[in-house]
Protein backbone atom coordinates (compact mmCIF):
# COMPACT_ATOMS: atom_id res chain seq x y z
CA UNK A 1 0.00 0.00 0.00
CA UNK A 2 1.39 3.36 -1.36
CA UNK A 3 0.19 7.02 0.09
CA UNK A 4 0.62 9.34 -2.86
CA UNK A 5 0.02 13.30 -2.15
CA UNK A 6 -2.19 14.80 -4.94
CA UNK A 7 -2.37 18.14 -5.66
CA UNK A 8 -5.87 19.30 -7.31
CA UNK A 9 -7.21 22.09 -9.52
CA UNK A 10 -10.73 22.05 -9.57
CA UNK A 11 -13.81 24.52 -11.10
CA UNK A 12 -16.53 24.03 -8.18
CA UNK A 13 -19.50 24.83 -10.07
CA UNK A 14 -20.75 21.59 -10.82
CA UNK A 15 -20.36 20.58 -7.40
CA UNK A 16 -21.86 20.54 -4.42
CA UNK A 17 -18.39 20.66 -2.93
CA UNK A 18 -15.08 19.42 -2.15
CA UNK A 19 -16.87 16.13 0.31
CA UNK A 20 -19.17 13.04 -0.49
CA UNK A 21 -22.83 14.11 -0.73
CA UNK A 22 -25.63 12.16 -0.88
CA UNK A 23 -28.10 14.93 -2.40
CA UNK A 24 -25.43 15.67 -5.34
CA UNK A 25 -22.44 15.31 -7.11
CA UNK A 26 -18.63 16.04 -4.80
CA UNK A 27 -15.25 16.30 -5.84
CA UNK A 28 -14.27 13.72 -3.56
CA UNK A 29 -16.67 11.15 -5.33
CA UNK A 30 -15.52 12.21 -8.26
CA UNK A 31 -11.53 11.61 -8.00
CA UNK A 32 -12.78 8.01 -5.92
CA UNK A 33 -14.81 7.16 -8.54
CA UNK A 34 -11.64 7.55 -10.99
CA UNK A 35 -9.49 5.45 -8.46
CA UNK A 36 -12.01 2.69 -8.54
CA UNK A 37 -11.63 2.66 -11.79
CA UNK A 38 -7.52 2.22 -11.60
CA UNK A 39 -7.23 -0.35 -8.97
CA UNK A 40 -10.71 -2.05 -8.75
CA UNK A 41 -10.88 -1.10 -5.07
CA UNK A 42 -12.65 0.94 -2.93
CA UNK A 43 -10.52 3.78 -1.30
CA UNK A 44 -10.73 7.37 0.35
CA UNK A 45 -9.35 10.81 -1.17
CA UNK A 46 -8.97 13.25 2.05
CA UNK A 47 -8.33 16.76 1.37
CA UNK A 48 -6.52 19.35 3.50
CA UNK A 49 -10.08 21.53 3.63
CA UNK A 50 -13.38 20.88 2.69
CA UNK A 51 -14.99 23.77 0.08
CA UNK A 52 -18.27 24.45 -0.44
CA UNK A 53 -20.75 24.26 -3.62
CA UNK A 54 -19.49 26.85 -6.29
CA UNK A 55 -15.90 27.31 -4.56
CA UNK A 56 -13.10 26.55 -6.67
CA UNK A 57 -9.84 24.99 -5.97
CA UNK A 58 -6.07 26.48 -7.53
CA UNK A 59 -4.15 23.96 -5.36
CA UNK A 60 -6.30 21.32 -3.36
CA UNK A 61 -3.86 19.53 -1.41
CA UNK A 62 -5.13 15.46 -0.94
CA UNK A 63 -4.09 11.93 -0.07
CA UNK A 64 -5.14 8.66 -1.20
CA UNK A 65 -3.49 4.97 -0.40
CA UNK A 66 -3.43 2.92 -3.57
CA UNK A 67 -2.71 -0.80 -3.00
CA UNK A 68 -1.46 -1.25 -6.93
CA UNK A 69 2.10 -0.88 -7.47
CA UNK A 70 2.30 2.09 -9.88
CA UNK A 71 4.45 4.88 -10.57
CA UNK A 72 3.39 8.66 -9.05
CA UNK A 73 3.27 10.07 -13.08
CA UNK A 74 1.33 6.98 -14.52
CA UNK A 75 -1.06 7.15 -11.65
CA UNK A 76 -1.35 10.55 -12.54
CA UNK A 77 -2.13 10.48 -15.81
CA UNK A 78 -4.64 7.68 -14.98
CA UNK A 79 -6.33 9.55 -12.90
CA UNK A 80 -6.55 12.35 -15.12
CA UNK A 81 -8.18 10.54 -18.45
CA UNK A 82 -10.52 9.08 -16.23
CA UNK A 83 -11.92 12.34 -14.71
CA UNK A 84 -12.45 13.76 -18.43
CA UNK A 85 -14.98 15.32 -18.71
CA UNK A 86 -15.59 16.48 -15.01
CA UNK A 87 -13.65 19.60 -14.65
CA UNK A 88 -11.20 18.28 -12.45
CA UNK A 89 -7.30 18.17 -12.51
CA UNK A 90 -4.58 16.16 -10.85
CA UNK A 91 -1.51 18.69 -11.13
CA UNK A 92 1.36 16.69 -9.31
CA UNK A 93 1.43 13.10 -7.57
CA UNK A 94 4.07 11.95 -5.36
CA UNK A 95 4.67 9.59 -2.63
CA UNK A 96 4.30 10.28 0.84
CA UNK A 97 4.84 8.51 4.45
CA UNK A 98 2.06 6.08 5.83
CA UNK A 99 1.23 8.97 8.31
CA UNK A 100 1.20 11.91 6.24
CA UNK A 101 -1.88 13.26 6.24
CA UNK A 102 -3.75 16.05 3.92
CA UNK A 103 -5.92 17.50 6.59
CA UNK A 104 -4.17 16.66 10.17
CA UNK A 105 -0.44 17.15 8.80
CA UNK A 106 -1.57 20.74 7.50
CA UNK A 107 -0.14 23.89 9.42
CA UNK A 108 -1.50 26.11 7.11
CA UNK A 109 -4.33 27.17 4.46
CA UNK A 110 -4.52 29.85 1.81
CA UNK A 111 -7.68 31.34 0.15
CA UNK A 112 -7.96 33.72 -2.33
CA UNK A 113 -11.68 35.58 -3.71
CA UNK A 114 -11.61 37.31 -7.33
CA UNK A 115 -13.85 40.84 -7.51
CA UNK A 116 -14.25 42.19 -11.08
CA UNK A 117 -14.98 45.70 -10.57
CA UNK A 118 -17.13 46.96 -13.47
CA UNK A 119 -20.39 47.91 -14.71
CA UNK A 120 -20.41 45.80 -17.75
CA UNK A 121 -21.39 41.59 -16.75
CA UNK A 122 -18.87 38.84 -16.99
CA UNK A 123 -18.54 37.15 -20.25
CA UNK A 124 -15.81 35.15 -19.62
CA UNK A 125 -15.15 34.88 -15.92
CA UNK A 126 -18.86 34.38 -15.25
CA UNK A 127 -18.86 32.13 -11.98
CA UNK A 128 -15.33 32.43 -11.27
CA UNK A 129 -15.24 36.23 -9.57
CA UNK A 130 -17.56 38.21 -8.18
CA UNK A 131 -18.67 41.44 -10.06
CA UNK A 132 -19.69 44.48 -8.41
CA UNK A 133 -20.73 47.58 -10.54
CA UNK A 134 -19.67 50.32 -7.58
CA UNK A 135 -16.62 51.32 -7.65
CA UNK A 136 -14.49 50.10 -5.05
CA UNK A 137 -11.81 51.54 -2.75
CA UNK A 138 -9.07 48.91 -2.54
CA UNK A 139 -7.17 50.58 0.06
CA UNK A 140 -9.77 51.25 2.51
CA UNK A 141 -11.03 47.61 2.11
CA UNK A 142 -7.09 46.66 2.93
CA UNK A 143 -6.68 49.18 5.71
CA UNK A 144 -9.95 47.72 7.23
CA UNK A 145 -8.77 43.91 6.38
CA UNK A 146 -6.20 44.52 8.98
CA UNK A 147 -8.65 44.88 11.97
CA UNK A 148 -9.52 41.07 11.35
CA UNK A 149 -6.08 39.60 11.79
CA UNK A 150 -4.63 38.35 14.48
CA UNK A 151 -6.59 36.07 17.02
CA UNK A 152 -10.09 36.92 17.37
CA UNK A 153 -13.83 35.12 18.14
CA UNK A 154 -15.43 34.87 14.12
CA UNK A 155 -18.80 33.97 15.70
CA UNK A 156 -20.22 36.99 13.37
CA UNK A 157 -18.25 35.81 10.18
CA UNK A 158 -19.47 31.91 11.08
CA UNK A 159 -21.98 29.91 9.13
CA UNK A 160 -24.55 28.77 11.00
CA UNK A 161 -24.19 25.35 10.14
CA UNK A 162 -20.33 25.93 10.73
CA UNK A 163 -19.10 22.07 13.15
CA UNK A 164 -16.07 23.90 14.69
CA UNK A 165 -15.42 23.11 18.08
CA UNK A 166 -14.51 27.16 18.74
CA UNK A 167 -15.20 30.30 16.63
CA UNK A 168 -11.81 31.58 18.33
CA UNK A 169 -9.51 31.26 15.36
CA UNK A 170 -6.02 33.37 14.39
CA UNK A 171 -6.43 34.99 11.05
CA UNK A 172 -2.46 34.92 9.74
CA UNK A 173 -3.03 37.40 6.74
CA UNK A 174 -5.67 39.03 4.85
CA UNK A 175 -4.72 41.33 2.31
CA UNK A 176 -6.14 43.63 -0.51
CA UNK A 177 -4.76 44.36 -3.96
CA UNK A 178 -6.11 45.83 -6.99
CA UNK A 179 -5.15 45.14 -10.57
CA UNK A 180 -7.01 47.22 -13.13
CA UNK A 181 -10.33 46.22 -13.07
CA UNK A 182 -9.72 43.19 -10.69
CA UNK A 183 -9.02 43.20 -6.85
CA UNK A 184 -8.08 39.55 -5.31
CA UNK A 185 -8.53 38.98 -0.75
CA UNK A 186 -5.94 36.89 0.20
CA UNK A 187 -6.31 35.32 3.52
CA UNK A 188 -4.18 32.83 5.59
CA UNK A 189 -4.54 30.92 8.75
CA UNK A 190 -4.26 27.43 10.03
CA UNK A 191 -7.62 26.95 9.82
CA UNK A 192 -11.04 28.94 9.08
CA UNK A 193 -14.37 28.43 9.87
CA UNK A 194 -17.73 27.17 7.60
CA UNK A 195 -17.97 30.84 5.13
CA UNK A 196 -15.59 32.45 7.28
CA UNK A 197 -13.82 34.17 4.50
CA UNK A 198 -17.00 34.93 1.99
CA UNK A 199 -18.48 36.53 5.45
CA UNK A 200 -15.09 38.95 5.57
CA UNK A 201 -14.75 39.44 2.06
CA UNK A 202 -18.85 40.41 1.72
CA UNK A 203 -17.88 43.00 4.35
CA UNK A 204 -15.31 44.25 3.07
CA UNK A 205 -16.63 45.04 -0.35
CA UNK A 206 -19.07 47.14 1.79
CA UNK A 207 -16.28 48.96 3.40
CA UNK A 208 -15.11 49.53 -0.55
CA UNK A 209 -18.61 50.90 -1.44
CA UNK A 210 -18.57 53.25 1.51
CA UNK A 211 -21.42 51.75 3.04
CA UNK A 212 -19.68 50.34 5.80
CA UNK A 213 -16.73 52.23 7.83
CA UNK A 214 -13.59 50.91 9.28
CA UNK A 215 -15.53 51.29 13.21
CA UNK A 216 -18.84 49.44 11.05
CA UNK A 217 -16.29 46.28 10.80
CA UNK A 218 -14.83 46.26 13.79
CA UNK A 219 -18.46 46.60 16.25
CA UNK A 220 -19.79 43.55 13.52
CA UNK A 221 -16.56 41.93 14.30
CA UNK A 222 -16.54 42.61 18.17
CA UNK A 223 -20.84 41.65 18.57
CA UNK A 224 -19.97 38.11 17.93
CA UNK A 225 -22.88 37.63 16.44
CA UNK A 226 -24.15 36.01 13.14
CA UNK A 227 -26.77 39.04 13.07
CA UNK A 228 -24.45 41.39 12.96
CA UNK A 229 -22.84 40.02 9.42
CA UNK A 230 -23.46 43.00 6.75
CA UNK A 231 -23.08 40.18 3.74
CA UNK A 232 -22.06 36.91 2.73
CA UNK A 233 -20.01 37.18 -0.50
CA UNK A 234 -21.43 34.38 -2.97
CA UNK A 235 -18.96 31.32 -3.52
CA UNK A 236 -18.08 32.31 -7.76
CA UNK A 237 -14.70 34.36 -6.59
CA UNK A 238 -13.29 32.29 -3.47
CA UNK A 239 -10.61 29.37 -4.83
CA UNK A 240 -8.56 27.26 -2.26
CA UNK A 241 -5.22 28.19 -3.51
CA UNK A 242 -3.24 26.13 -1.06
CA UNK A 243 -2.30 24.24 1.84
CA UNK A 244 1.53 24.37 3.94
CA UNK A 245 3.33 21.53 5.54
CA UNK A 246 5.81 21.50 7.77
Not at 26 to 42: K, Y
Not at 78 to 85: C, D, K, Q
Not at 180 to 191: F, H, K, M, P, V
Request: proline letters at 5%.
Amino acid sequence: MTRFRLTVEYDGRPFMGWQRQAHGPSVQQTIEDAAFTITGGETTVHAAGRTDAGVHAEAMAAHVDISRDIAPFRLMEALNARLRPAPVAILACEPVADDWHARFSCIGRRYVYRIVNRRAPLALEAGHAWRIAAPLDAEAMHAAAQILVGRHDFTTFRSAQCQADSPVKTLDRLEVTRDGETLAIRAAARSFLHHQVRSMVGCLALVGQGKWSAQDLRDALEARDRSALGHNAPPDGLFFAGAVYP
